[in-house]
């Protein structure tokens, strides 16, 4: 599902990915882990087309993110989700409307996105907050929404940058329940965090990052 | 699942809607926006109905050349009428008048302000005289030559060109109306900069959902939508608006005008805004409010944070 290939990231001289070469299998799910400035930020943005390598390559699915046309980076991000470490939701929008935002994006019909967004809300138990703007909401209800917001278009990748730094661990491990169900349901699941305790308590592949360089992968 | 592609009639609507609630957060910038816009566009549209309602309730010879034919005094009046219809066939000439001495002299007493000038001739010593309205532009090489070509006639006493204020009338209209084409263009230059600048503002606000809707895939087109009818309704506002001033202004300009062309003898009809003149705002302010917008509503770069 994800291929990076001797992908090297530099601004200037300075280098953010250093040769960095992994796979990820369809349905894995995986943790990015490293110190705050190892580049796991930086590999993510390679995933979404937000950055090019400087070298090397990388795949996801039979896109080359190289390759890319402008008019291919729309479809491709719809078959991506992305969680961020702060939701990042609108706040003069309802829930329901934060939900429904990457269906509108993408052109969904206007029938079927409100089967869809209710069935989100459902998965991360937020049905009763639909008409909420996220102001009402506490943090991990937030969180939450962006969790619905990001797999609403049911992609086949999900990315996590920190989901959880902003969450107590009661909460975090509730989060992390979430990407597993998602895991089962057969989307790659790569998420990005500093908190060890919460990568030793689940039974993932670890790729850790040090200045730029990836240095475990097992 | 994927519907319309983003070009189907419900995306517009929506497009719609969201630019109207994005107009609706902040009414009083907006509608000062509009109101701006609105006078722009009214400056050159009332200035050039004023223009033409005086070109148009001119007397023609003010901005027509003409030719003063002073016939013999000894020349009868069938000569004379003979005369006038020699010129009548001439192609270069689009009316003839024939003034008679008695005529002139009337006039002249009148002009002077002397009731009994008349009276104090025995012998009218006024030529009888025919005059000609000349379609050629004064000074040209045509006026010329026809003045020879009449002056070798053994009827003619001289011939004069009178284009003085003919020449100063129909210079004066095109300057103005040269001056009011100018106006135009910056005035169309200085709303698109308005719209864009308006836009900016509003995209600069929505940089975070900009950013979210281009992560999930959003096409620019449907970024962009929004914004781009928030410009087209600001404009479509403002021409209308215009469009309400202009003919207002007409009304406003006509009547003083007309008053002022009646003490010179004209007959007072009073000229206004036409229909084109009302739908060039509302069809300037629309295009040139989306066309700034446009412009504008380029997305932002995204932030992952």
Redesign the interface.
């Known amino acids: 599902m994800i291929s990076f290939e001797n992908v090297t990231k530099r601004y200037g001289t300075r280098i953010a990915l250093d040769e960095v070469s992994f796979a990820l299998d369809a349905g894995e799910m995986a943790f990015l882990v490293g110190h705050s400035g190892a580049g796991k ?1 930086t590999l ?2 390679h995933l ?1 087309c ?1 950055e090019a390598p400087s070298e090397g390559r990388v795949m996801v699915g039979n896109f080359d993110l190289r390759r890319l046309s402008a008019s291919q980076l ?5 078959k991506v989700g ?1 969680v ?3 939701p ?1 939701l ?1 706040p003069d929008r309802t829930v329901y409307e934060n939900v429904a ?2 269906l ?7 029938k ?1 996105i409100p089967g869809r967004v209710n069935a989100a809300l459902e998965q991360v138990e937020l049905s009763h907050v639909v008409d909420a703007l996220p102001g009402e909401l506490s943090s991990g209800q937030r969180q939450r929404v962006g969790i619905a ?1 990001a797999v609403v ?1 049911k992609p086949a990748l999900l990315l996590a ?1 920190e989901p959880t730094g902003n969450l107590d661990p009661e909460l975090s491990k509730k989060i992390m329940k979430l990407f597993t169900q998602f895991r089962n349901h057969g989307v790659t699941v790569l998420i990005a965090t500093h908190e060890q305790a919460l990568v030793e308590a689940q039974p993932f592949r670890v790729l850790r990052l040090d200045q730029g360089r990836l240095v475990e992968s097992g | 699942m994927l519907g319309s592609k983003h070009g189907g009639a419900i995306a517009h609507v929506e497009a719609s809607r969201e630019a109207v609630r994005r107009l609706a957060n902040d009414p009083l910038r907006h509608t000062v926006g509009v109101l701006v816009m609105a006078l722009m566009l009214a400056l050159p549209g009332v200035a050039w109905v004023a223009l033409r309602a005086l070109d148009v309730m001119l007397p023609v010879e003010a901005t027509t050349p003409g030719v003063s034919i002073f016939v013999g005094q000894d020349v009868s009046e069938e000569d004379i009428s003979a005369l006038a219809d020699e010129m009548v066939d001439r192609s270069d000439v689009l009316a003839v008048e024939i003034v008679g001495r008695d005529q002139g002299l009337q006039a002249l007493s009148q002009l002077a302000g002397l009731g009994d000038l008349v009276g104090a001739f025995e012998t009218n010593p006024l030529p009888d005289v025919v005059r000609l309205a000349i379609d050629a532009l004064p000074g040209s090489e045509q006026m010329q030559a026809l003045s020879l070509s009449l002056e070798s006639d053994p009827r003619v006493e001289f011939v004069r060109i009178d284009q003085g204020l003919s020449n100063e009338m129909r210079n004066a209209l095109v300057l103005g109306q040269r001056l009011v084409l100018i106006l135009g263009a910056m005035v169309l230059a200085a709303i698109v900069l308005v719209v864009t600048g308006a836009t900016r503002i509003e995209v600069t606000r929505a940089r975070a959902e900009l950013a979210l809707v281009d992560l999930v895939g959003g096409t620019q087109r449907y970024a962009r939508r929004p914004f781009v009818y928030m410009g087209l309704v600001q404009g479509l506002a403002g021409g209308l608006l215009a469009s309400a001033f202009v003919y207002g202004g007409a009304i406003l300009v006509g009547q003083p005008l007309s008053r002022l062309l009646t003490l010179y003898g004209e007959s007072a009809a009073l000229v206004g805004a036409t229909p084109i003149d009302m739908a060039v705002p509302v069809v300037c302010g629309t295009l040139l409010g989306g066309l700034g917008a446009r412009i504008a509503a380029r997305l932002p770069t995204v932030a992952w944070t």
């Open positions: 930020s993510l943005r979404v937000l729309p479809m491709f991000r719809r992305v961020f470490q702060d990042q609108l935002l990457p509108k994006a993408a052109g969904f019909d206007r079927v917001r278009h940058d």
